[in-house]
């Protein structure tokens, strides 16, 4: 069993940054790629980025290329998420989660991960 827990969340101002942290336990976490996605109010959860296990790949959303970057630290299995320029139309609940298989590619599809956090509130005022 894995649990991914986020944190980081919280209320900024438009134009600041916030740094969003999932940290994994139980089974190992550093041979899967991981993902960060969004969900907004009244909409489906989105892809936000997403990262390859050992931190040598990337992809973004379009939404936020330029202003967002995923990395992570596998000797403390935590995948982190640096938010900048922040937009209030990133306003959501963003949530961590971890690839199904082992040492596969990133993937956009929330139906490809099978692991995820609870979700932490990113609230963005204009």
């Known amino acids: 069993q894995v649990q991914l827990v986020e944190s980081g969340g919280g209320l900024v101002q438009a134009g600041g940054s916030l740094r969003l942290s999932c940290t994994a336990s139980g089974r190992t976490f550093s041979s899967y790629a991981a993902g960060w996605f969004r969900q907004r109010p009244g909409k489906e959860r989105e892809f936000v980025a997403g990262?390859?296990?050992?931190?040598?790949?990337?992809h973004y959303g379009d939404d936020v290329k330029g202003r967002f970057t995923i990395s992570r630290d596998n000797a403390k299995n935590t995948v982190y998420l640096q938010m900048n320029s922040l937009k209030p139309e990133d306003t959501a609940v963003y949530y961590c989660?971890?690839?199904?298989?082992?040492?596969?590619?990133?993937?956009?599809?929330?139906?490809?991960?099978?692991?995820w956090g609870q979700g932490t509130q990113v609230t963005v005022s204009s």
């Open positions: 990262i390859n296990w050992s931190g040598g790949s990337t």
């Open positions: 989660a971890r690839r199904a298989a082992p040492y596969s590619y990133i993937n956009i599809d929330p139906g490809r991960y099978d692991y």
